[in-house]
Nanobody, 121 residues
Framework: QVHLVESGGGLVQAGGSLRLSCAAS????????MGWYRQAPGKERELVAA???????NYGDSVKGRFTISRDNAKNTVYLQMNSLKPEDTAVYYC???????????????WGKGTLVTVSS
């Protein structure tokens, strides 16, 4: 009943920027946190950035200073502004959200389909 819809992925040259967006919809009572993970070929999925409903943020070491996560709680949407992109940022980026779908249902994690970001040198 909960769906995460991502947008903004694509091809960009090194040094360029992209802005990813993820909107949560469906049965939502509350959202505890939203964030982004990525997975490159042959590598494990890793945290890129996360943000709680209260605004606390957490970033992966490799993106600190270059990426910025933000959210619009009224729209149940999270954004990832990616600047100074490097070829090593190439990966499938997945939106994640910890959501309580109904008042009597415990919160759980939901995942988007993933969007491909390709950075050329």
């Amino acid at each position: 009943q909960v769906h995460l819809v991502e947008s903004g992925g694509g091809l960009v040259q090194a040094g360029g920027s992209l802005r990813l967006s993820c909107a949560a919809s469906g049965s939502i009572f509350s959202i505890n946190a939203m964030g982004w993970y990525r997975q490159a070929p042959g590598k494990e999925r890793e945290l890129v950035a996360a943000i709680t409903s209260g605004g606390s943020t957490n970033y992966g070491d490799s993106v600190k200073g270059r990426f910025t996560i933000s959210r619009d709680n009224a729209k149940n949407t999270v954004y990832l502004q990616m600047n100074s992109l490097k070829p090593e940022d190439t990966a499938v980026y997945y939106c994640n959200a910890n959501i309580r779908p109904q008042i009597l249902i415990r919160a759980m994690d939901y995942w988007g389909k993933g969007t491909l970001v390709t950075v050329s040198s």
